[in-house]
């Protein structure tokens, strides 16, 4: 019997009476089915998904007019719903007609937001989070009962698992070809509501996961009964402790409470993978997605796992989870939605095309963009504006691009995040169970404001950090990755694994950057009796600087000239310098860098919102002289190491530089074709030194000067030649028709002329 001097210890009787009474009232498979269901490879694809170019989606239904409308102006795709029950072709058929007339596509959404978002889903009668607010009544009447703790249904449960990935293969075969963008597994997911912290989930399918999941993790009862100060007898008593138990923890051992909690971002990301890997196993090109994607904490948002769980997120861009997501998942899909009602929210929309984005969710519940016509509104010309630049090779190149990778690393500490909510609902002494899942977004913490602090000004200096996990770490990234400086932003967790790996990593010369002695607790959130780099400290690349890693005042410099310092002596100096007017460093420009085979690629935007004032002129230096080209404005490169420009905080400056300029282009294919058929043109470099993924544009142009978008398309060059196939409509219109092709590189055009007639050229007798 559990000692009467820890009230935990007398709660594990408790509760594990409390969890046969619930076992025995409920029907469960058996650990064995459970454990079945579960052991399932990894979602992420080795190749990545195919999605070449920039969508842009409205998320809303349209009548025709409103449709076409939208085509119009460069919406490229829309949205179907999923079902629930039987799925039937005719209908299938009816909802894609509109889109398939228009030669738009679409995607299947919400098809099991039942189970994956439960506690923040659509009504018609009441709340979204209705489910939720009651599980919160429930705990306000009995903190002590379990109830309120068991989600409904549990992400573990093997019956649901099953008909998740059941309904998610129908839906698959379903829709057939053409195959949707993607299939969203759910809007807004998470353990509970969103991002809020909850004590899920106590259920027995849950706990019975947990348990074999520890013994993955320990290897023995008596490794766990010793890290946990418990005295379980066997793995079938083990129970978590709660949040409130874990708050009156004298010793700060919370290891009980951070295992539980690691292991509900583990089921939640395993329970994402099965639905990613049911849509895989009925079609492997087709791409499973999540949408409304959290700040990094709770509701399941561990990135290290969730990243790699499905092929495409719609994500809340903070916290710095797009980033860490993307670097995490390079092949990762990010999309952003967006009303396009003010100028930060276009701001927004060019800082995640710098930040890998690959597409543009429409949200337009008011009909803003286009009247009951189709015409469009002042708000649809913005729209158009937008997609036709966007659309016009620009985002293609991004996205055949890859972020570049220095040898600076930010280690992403979910355990630290974990521990660091903990204190702080400690030293408030609030009710952590009325927190919302605003409230997590609204409250900073030492831990996100440190990472948020310290990617900043590398991005600033134009630094591509690599994100690190600690699994990484303990796996040798340091040295894979020939790291030469490391940033623990306020991590307070630490394995002794990892704190092996940091050792040698300066005894190697490598810079350490931190903000707090790391390691107050160790990686299950055990309070240690000495952090385990103490002795290292302030000595040698030890740099504990705290300072650096709080925010600062807009356009203050001075942190960018000490980091850069520092960057410097460490052996990974910042790949070029951006100077203000007066020549002092430019503290307020966000820069983000591609490579390409041969070019690098370099995104710049302004600080602010995007309302602002005259934008004011910067240089760009170089370490060298390169072949610069502005892709936003076509025209011959500047060859320099010095270039003045003004980048806005609307938009983005982006340049390409080229060691030499890549070689000409042409295209060879007939010039003949008839309304309605087909042809291959092959588009090829007249030379094979050339590395890289150039795009070009190309679109085919009617007598009328009008372009065909249906065979508009943007195509990746890699030194090969590549085959575009042109179709016609039945009813084109005969005449003089003209293939543009146009580079990215330089803007350099290429026209091929095709003589289109009603009647095709008879077969010769001869």
């Known amino acids: 019997m559990p000692s009467g001097s820890d009230p935990w210890m007398i709660q594990q009787s408790r509760m594990s009476r409390r969890l046969s009474e619930i076992r025995a009232s409920l029907a469960i498979a058996s650990l064995a089915a459970l454990l079945a269901g579960l052991a399932v490879p990894s979602a992420a694809r080795a190749d990545g998904p195919a999605w070449p170019d920039y969508q842009v989606i409205m998320w809303q239904n349209q009548t025709p007019a409103r449709l076409d409308g939208l085509a119009r102006l460069g919406v490229t795709a829309g949205t179907i719903h999923g079902r629930h029950g039987p799925i039937a072709p005719d209908e299938i058929a009816r909802e894609t007609a509109p889109f398939r007339a228009l030669g738009l596509g679409w995607y299947v959404e919400n098809i099991a937001t039942d189970f994956y978002s439960a506690y923040h889903r659509w009504h018609p009668d009441r709340p979204v989070t209705w489910l939720f607010d009651e599980a919160k009544r429930l705990h306000r009447q009995d903190p002590a009962d379990l109830t ?307 990617a900043g000004l590398l991005s600033h200096l134009g630094v591509s950090p690599q994100w690190l996990t600690p699994d990484r770490i303990e796996t040798g990234a340091l040295e894979a990755d020939r790291i030469r400086v490391l940033v623990l932003p306020h991590t307070i967790a630490l394995s002794p694994a990892e704190a092996q790996r940091i050792r040698k990593f300066l005894a190697r010369g490598g810079t350490l950057l931190t903000d707090t002695m790391p390691g107050a607790f160790d990686r299950h959130g055990r309070r240690v009796e000495r952090p385990p780099l103490a002795d290292l400290a302030g000595r040698g690349r030890f740099l504990l600087l705290p300072d650096l890693m709080q925010d600062r005042a807009p356009g203050d410099p001075l942190p960018l000239v000490r980091l850069r310092r520092i960057l410097a002596t460490a052996g990974a100096p910042p790949p070029f310098t951006l100077s203000a007017a007066d020549g002092s460093t430019a503290a307020d420009i966000d820069a983000r860098v591609f490579r390409d085979g041969d070019a690098v690629i370099v995104g710049l935007q302004r600080d602010g919102d995007g309302s602002a004032e005259q934008p004011q002129a910067i240089t760009l230096e170089l370490a060298a002289p390169a072949y610069v080209y502005d892709l936003r404005r076509p025209g011959l490169p500047q060859r320099t190491t010095r270039l003045t420009l003004a980048p806005e905080a609307t938009s983005a400056a982006i340049l390409a530089l080229l060691p030499a300029p890549p070689p000409p282009l042409s295209i060879e294919g007939p010039d003949r074709l008839a309304p309605g058929g087909s042809a291959d043109f092959t588009i090829s470099e007249k030379s094979s030194a050339w590395r890289g993924g150039r795009i070009v544009h190309i679109e085919p142009i009617a007598p009328d000067g009008t372009a065909l978008r249906q065979g508009t398309a943007n195509l990746a060059l890699d030194g090969k030649r590549t085959v575009w196939r042109l179709a016609l409509p039945a009813d084109a219109t005969p005449g003089a028709w003209t293939i543009r092709l146009r580079d990215m590189f330089g803007g350099a055009e290429l026209m091929h002329g095709i003589d289109v007639s009603k009647v095709a050229d008879k077969p010769s007798d001869d």
């Open 148 to 454: 309120p703790f068991i989600r409904t249904p549990s992400l573990s449960d093997p019956a649901w698992l099953a008909r998740i990935a059941t309904r998610l293969k129908q839906h698959v075969a379903a829709f057939g070809q053409p195959r949707p963008l993607f299939f969203n597994l759910a809007d807004e997911a998470g353990t509970g509501d969103l991002a809020a912290a909850w004590d899920f989930d106590f259920a027995p399918a849950s706990l019975d996961g947990m348990r074999a999941w520890l013994q993955q993790q320990y290897g023995s009862l008596t490794a766990l009964n010793r890290e946990w100060d418990s005295r379980f007898t066997s793995w079938s008593a083990v129970v978590p402790m709660t949040t409130n138990e874990a708050l009156r923890r004298p010793d700060e051992n919370f290891a009980a409470w951070a295992d539980f909690k690691e292991w509900m971002d583990e089921a939640f990301a395993r329970a994402v993978r099965i639905g990613t890997n049911a849509v895989h196993a009925a079609d492997p090109a087709a791409l499973a997605a999540l949408e409304g994607a959290q700040i990094p904490g709770w509701g399941g948002y561990d990135y290290s796992r969730l990243a790699g769980a499905v092929d495409v997120m719609e994500m809340y861009d903070f916290g710095n989870n797009v980033e860490i997501a993307r670097a995490l998942n390079p092949q990762l899909v990010v999309l952003h939605t967006s009303t396009l009602a003010d100028a930060s929210q276009i701001r927004a929309i060019w800082h995640a095309l710098l930040l890998g984005g690959r597409g543009l969710i429409l949200w337009d519940e008011n009909g803003a963009f286009v009247d009951q016509n189709g015409a469009p509104t002042p708000r649809g010309r913005t729209l158009e504006v937008l997609t036709t630049e966007l659309r016009s090779g620009l985002a293609a190149q991004l996205i055949a691009s890859r972020p570049a990778r220095d040898p600076v690393a930010i280690l992403y500490s979910p355990e630290s995040l974990r521990l660091q909510w903990l204190l702080d609902r400690k030293a408030d002494g609030k009710p952590w169970a009325e927190r919302q899942a605003e409230t997590e977004y609204d409250e900073d913490n030492p831990v996100r404001a440190a990472t948020r602090r310290a």
